[in-house]
């Protein structure tokens, strides 16, 4: 893997125009702005309150999808903490 060094601001404006031509760097900043409008959109039709406590599904997500994709091993403190998780979100949503 190679590596870079950014000595100075001339070694950082050399860097930019790989940085704009790379496919990664472009998806991840589109990505990454579409994250940000779309959150605004939800924050518009919900109050905060409802809507914040719904990004702690990414752990579980990123648990479920780790084990489904990557083959990761799940341990029974893994499964603990995606039920309390799972609980957590419920009874804060329960009206």
Known sequence: MA???LQNTRDA???LPALLKNPYFLLGTGLMAA???????ILS????SLVF???ALTYIFVA???YLMLGEKLLLQNYAGIMLI???I???LYK
């Open 45 to 48: 039709w919900f109050k905060l």
């Open 53 to 55: 406590p719904l990004t």
């Open 3 to 5: 590596g870079f060094s």
């Open 13 to 15: 404006l050399l860097l």
């Open 86 to 88: 799972a609980l957590g």
């Open 90 to 92: 419920f009874f804060l």
């Open 64 to 66: 479920l999808l780790s």
């Open 35 to 41: 994250s940000f409008f779309l959150w605004l959109v």
